[in-house]
């Protein structure tokens, strides 16, 4: 009887710790879950935010290229010309830290967005770039001839780029212009303030402030 007895008290124990076991389980799930949750439910608002953002830049950039492109179009350019110069104006005015606005405004001024302008100093295309500062910005010996310089999506990705390093070593706009116009030992301000003002009509029609 003894032994009976015996073997029923340790199949009750055997079930209880089993019991025990599995509630023991579920317990550390529940606090896993209660701990983990919030951090999950973080990580998921974060993606979401993150995806949102993504996608909501990517449509301004979409309706800041096709105002970009608007606006070019209505000048003295080809389409096809229209779409490279739009397309290399957001790249480098992003990548060299250049207002659109200021790109439109120096290529207003400087060329009136003639691909085939030619200045009294040499400087060509719709930018005026110099051979000087071509030279020292185009990678390859096979883009050194003047015709190279006149193809309008080399010549303004250059010259941004030449913005670019010109803002990132003088700062102050004023001089930027100043040392772009070549007008570093005459009076700039017609100069500057003409492609100011310019830059001004462009950032309205861009939408911006």
């Known amino acids: ?77 080809s389409i096809g010309q229209a779409l490279e110069v739009a397309d290399v104006i957001m790249d480098e005015a992003r990548a060299s830290n250049v207002p659109i606005h200021v790109v439109l405004g120096v290529m207003s001024v400087e060329s009136k967005f003639n691909t085939n302008a030619v200045s009294s100093e040499g400087a060509t295309g719709l930018m005026q770039v110099m051979a000087s500062t071509w030279n020292k910005y185009v990678p390859t010996n096979m883009l050194k001839g003047p015709s190279a310089r006149h193809n309008p999506a080399l010549n303004v990705r250059f010259a941004v780029r030449y913005l670019g390093d010109l ?4 700062g102050d706009l004023k ?24 830059a001004e009509k462009f950032k309205v029609q861009l939408g911006g402030d």
């Open 1 to 77: 009887m003894s032994i009976i007895l015996l073997e029923t008290h340790q199949k009750i124990v055997r079930k209880a710790r089993k019991r025990a076991f599995i509630i023991h389980g579920i317990l550390v799930l529940t606090l896993l879950v209660a701990v983990l949750f919030p951090r999950i439910s973080k990580i998921e608002n974060d993606l979401i935010r993150a995806s949102y953002w993504v996608v909501r830049q990517h449509l301004v950039d979409m309706e800041s290229r096709n105002t970009l492109l608007e606006i070019l179009r209505n000048k003295p350019l």
């Open 175 to 198: 001089k930027v212009l100043t040392v772009y116009g070549g007008f570093v030992n005459s009076n700039p301000d017609k100069y500057v303030n003409l492609v100011m003002a310019n």
């Open 167 to 170: 803002i990132r070593q003088h």
